[in-house]
């Protein structure tokens, strides 16, 4: 079963809802968290067997991954620390 979180920049008052992330009822592919540097976004995007991890927005190859449990990042748009706060509820 996959979650949900929610990010949020204080700073720059950047808030994204409700991201998908985890695995549903097969192992792969399974969504993961990304920063990407090109667009300045957070988010998530599906992660599959000896493919690159893409940006969910702009398609940039190589975005950075983050680990499932990532509750503090330096934001991507103004680079001050912001929040993921995992939310209840699950997908599959």
């Known amino acids: 079963m996959g979650g949900f979180v929610d990010y949020r920049c ?14 549903g009822r097969q192992a792969s592919p399974y969504l993961a968290l990304f920063r990407c ?9 599906w992660i ?3 493919q690159p991890a893409r940006c969910g927005t702009c398609y940039e190859e190589g975005v950075e991954l983050l680990p499932d449990d990532t509750t503090r990042i330096t ?18």
Do not use: Q
């Open 10 to 23: 204080r700073h720059c008052r950047t808030e994204i809802e409700d991201i998908p992330v985890g695995r």
């Open 75 to 92: 934001c991507p748009k103004c680079g001050e620390p912001a929040n993921l706060t995992p939310k209840t509820g699950s997908w599959e």
């Open 37 to 45: 540097v090109r667009c300045k976004t957070v988010g998530s995007t």
């Open 48 to 50: 599959e067997n000896n």
